[in-house]
């Protein structure tokens, strides 16, 4: 909840100075005026299907550029800090996280969904249980890597009824990242930061495929892509079993999708960059 208490206090604060600081003729019960402190470290991105715009989940909230258009503009007045985060239908998203602190909801989230493109968002499962900060989906199968309340130990959960009830699967090690084969869910490349990982059984057995670690994506059929740690685009035309270097992307990832066409990254700094061949050549499409 790093940045969910950074809002809070800063509203707590300026609210204080206010009151203290203010004439005797001014009304007391003026808001204070809080600067918006914009995308803050992107978590997760997202193409809607039903616009083309891209939606930028961050410890600040949920942010909305629409297609052609370099501007970022927060969803709602909401403050939401949104961690595991994607797109699975027009206007329809799953994500998880901590909530706005204006909210009286508990730390952990849990799985939740949004079926107006993240005007709101509803609870599905595990509520207050589970802090997803890896979340993908295909169909109804769901995997979600994160944090438990109670024991604060991480692991991955899969769910193969859109998230009503889950199963543990143990993990080579804590998961960065997960990409879901599109021909078949049961099929998943993950990377920790030791290595990349292949399933073919939803989690159920895992094997070692290299020691290269990153951010991944598997857009069709089996052309999958990597960013590694150290900004280097990787693809693989055979699901995952080898790669070869294509581009690079400028910087570490903090965040990595992408659909049929088009591969988005965003960078530490808060940028945004988009490839349109295939991970070859990067532009911004977007800044904070």
């Given at each position: 909840m ?23 003729d ?47 503009r ?23 996280g ?13 799985l ?49 009824d859109?998230?009503a ?60 892509y ?10 693989s ?8 270097h294509v581009?690079?992307?400028g ?10 066409g ?27």
């Amino acid at each position: 909840m790093r940045w969910v208490c950074s809002v809070a206090a800063v509203l707590a604060a300026a609210a204080a100075v206010t009151g203290c600081g203010g004439s005797e003729d001014e009304p007391t019960s003026r808001p204070p005026v809080v600067e918006d402190p914009g995308p803050v470290h992107v978590h997760g991105l997202g193409v809607n299907p039903a616009d083309g715009a891209l939606f930028i989940a961050t410890h600040t909230g949920l942010f909305r550029s629409p297609r052609d258009d370099r501007k970022t503009r927060r969803v709602k007045d909401r403050f939401q800090d949104t961690m595991g985060f994607t797109v699975v239908g027009p206007d329809r998203f799953l994500g998880s996280g901590h909530p706005d602190g204006r909210e009286d909801l508990p730390p952990f989230l849990g799985l939740l969904r949004s079926t107006d493109a993240g005007q709101s968002w509803d609870p599905v499962s595990l509520l207050g249980e589970r802090d997803f900060h890896v979340l993908e989906a295909s169909g109804r199968r769901i995997y979600g890597f994160g944090s438990d309340f109670e024991t604060r130990r991480t692991g991955l959960l899969v769910s193969d009824d859109a998230g009503a009830s889950w199963n543990e699967r143990a993990v080579p090690e804590p998961l960065l990242s997960l990409a879901i084969d599109p021909r078949n869910p049961a099929r998943a490349l993950a990377s920790g930061e030791q290595g990349l990982y292949l399933t073919a059984d939803a989690g159920r057995r895992w094997r070692s495929l290299s020691n290269e670690a990153g951010l991944l994506a598997w857009p069709r059929g089996a052309t999958a892509y990597l960013v590694t740690l150290d900004g280097r685009v990787r693809r693989s035309i055979d699901g995952g079993i080898r790669w070869r270097h294509v581009g690079d992307v400028g910087g570490p990832p903090s965040a990595f999708d992408a659909t049929a066409g088009e591969l988005y990254v965003a960078l530490h700094d808060g940028s945004i960059k988009l490839s349109a061949d295939g991970g070859r050549t990067w532009r911004v499409r977007s800044r904070p």
